[in-house]
């Protein structure tokens, strides 16, 4: 399989690594399975429990969207960790939580099979999605990072075009930073699509003041190689496993929703300790890059 449909399709369907250490913690102190083994209740403690390792993780607390996401896992462990000790899977050995609930899920999921599609189907399926299976566009930018006024901004892409030393014009006024051939998405998760496309519109070697969340900023685009999208025939064996993976996910889906399902969850508020009372804005850093000599 390609690099680029391997990076799509490998994501596992459930993530509990995360919050195993979580749900462990919490296992001794949360215990309303022992009165109600189908009512999974989701409060103050949890939400604590696990805002604390996020916290841990990025320095920050989460939103109430991250939360979201954190909260849903949590169930999603907790519900399966009950089926598996209701089946006594526990009895062979002391396992930990997310053991349980990873063997219960490869127990739910095992009797899921995929026939291969005709190839007309599965032609449509690639056509609505050429642009997703398509190699991702690499960039190789420069940023110097100044969060100045429009002004100066084009002052500073002025003289640097003119041929300014890079370097001076770095130590007067903040740091220079390379990025070679970065998979463009990744330059947006830094910067941002705005601040990507003003960039990526050229022309190459040309320096530009690039408005950003934080002020203005210079750039240039050094190098740009376009995205490529895989010729059907050539590559139709990645993409019928592509089109597999998708199903399989799809069926998997399904088979933990209707699983869910059998259990009544009880969701308490979020208080003011545990979520940002904002959406974290995306920050404009320049880390990772390659320093500029």
Not at 114 to 127: Q, T
Not at 267 to 292: I, R
Request: net charge negative; charged share 25%; aromatic share 6%.
């Amino acid at each position: 399989m390609t690099p680029t449909f391997h990076m799509l399709f490998r994501e596992p369907l459930l993530h509990f690594a995360a919050i195993g250490v979580v749900v462990y913690g919490l296992s001794l102190a949360l215990r309303p399975e022992a009165s109600d083994p189908r009512r999974i209740v989701v409060g103050h403690e949890a939400h604590r429990a696990l805002s604390d390792v996020f916290v841990q993780d990025t320095g920050r607390l989460p939103s109430r969207a991250e939360m979201d996401r954190l909260v849903e896992r949590y169930i999603q462990t907790e519900a399966l960790v009950r089926e598996a000790r209701s089946l006594r899977l526990d009895e062979d050995e002391p396992a930990l939580r997310e053991h349980l609930a990873y063997r219960m899920q490869m127990m739910m999921y095992s009797g899921i099979q995929v026939d291969a599609p005709p190839e007309d189907e599965l032609r449509a399926w690639y056509e609505e999605r050429r642009d997703l299976l398509a190699t991702h566009a690499r960039m190789s930018i420069r940023v110097l990072g100044i969060d100045a006024p429009e002004a100066e901004a084009r002052e500073i892409a002025s003289a640097l075009t003119a041929g300014g030393a890079q370097a001076e014009v770095a130590e007067k006024h903040g740091a220079l930073t390379s990025f070679e051939d970065r998979p463009r998405p990744q330059l947006v998760s830094l910067f941002g699509e705005a601040f990507v496309a003003a960039i990526e519109a050229g022309p190459e070697g040309t320096w530009r003041a690039v408005p950003s969340r934080r002020g203005w900023q210079v750039g240039r685009l050094d190098a740009l190689l376009p995205s490529i999208s895989p010729d059907f025939d050539v590559a139709k064996p990645e993409i019928e496993a592509a089109w597999r993976a998708e199903a399989e996910q799809r069926q998997a889906h399904a088979v933990l929703a209707a699983f869910l399902a059998r259990y009544t969850t009880v969701h308490e508020p979020y208080g003011p300790d545990v979520v940002a009372p904002h959406e974290a804005p995306d920050p404009l850093e320049l880390p990772a890059g390659e320093a500029v000599r």
